[in-house]
């Protein structure tokens, strides 16, 4: 058997084997991993209220543990940086806008906040003190060749898009992760229709079956790879073994003679 398994073929055989085992077990922890992010993102939804500041920090980058979180924070309205969403629809299907202005802190930060849905482009954003509640969400990663113009709606909702709107009024370092989706309406804005948060609306879906199911899955395809190599270099090792014992007999004959 080692002799087949120190020929070319068999070491090349070998060496695709070992790359095909690497290829499962990579495929099986992402899986694994996502089963963790899962959780975390179902434990987060389920969580208490926190304050903002207490998750994240300007600048820096969104932690798993805080998306879907549900946050409260407190500041002023910047009106001069409302801006539209397009291509959006209300929970009856109408096409329209979201709306979404950003709240300064007494922290220095600058929080992006998602205030809901409007059915034209005439709308005032609001302005003064205002308490938010709501849920983080992370930036929206569809379209990413989307062309910003600061002069015309968004596309999608990105710290980039947000900072050409307003003009380098921000800087990306006061900037908070993500964005704030506000669950309840909050003094001063005007009757609107609320979004739903994209992550968190279902908290306490339950343990990831299906993705635990896929990493389990990667690792029954490597030992089956595994299972099938053996096989073959036992059964290509057969003809080699039964050769030698014929000499073995052929020689022994020989000496008795």
Known sequence: MLRTLLSFRWALLTLVLL???????LAAWWQFERTSQELTLDEAAVAERVPLSDLVEPGAAMPVAGIGRQVSLAGVWQPEHGVLVRDRESDSGEAGYWAL???STGHGATVP???????D???TFPR???????RLQTEENFYPDAVVHASRPLVTITHEGLLAHWDDRVSPGDLTPGFVATTAAAPGIPAIELVRPVIGENPGVGFPVRNFAYGLQWIVFALVAIVIWGWWLRQESRPAADEAALAQDHDRV????
Request: with cysteine.
């Open 254 to 257: 020989n000496v008795g003679g």
């Open 121 to 123: 482009a005439r709308f």
């Open 101 to 103: 202005s950003s709240v």
């Open 113 to 119: 906040v998602l205030l809901g849905w409007v059915p």
């Open 19 to 25: 790359v095909v085992i690497a290829g499962c077990l």
């Open 128 to 134: 003064g003190e205002v308490v938010i509640e709501g």
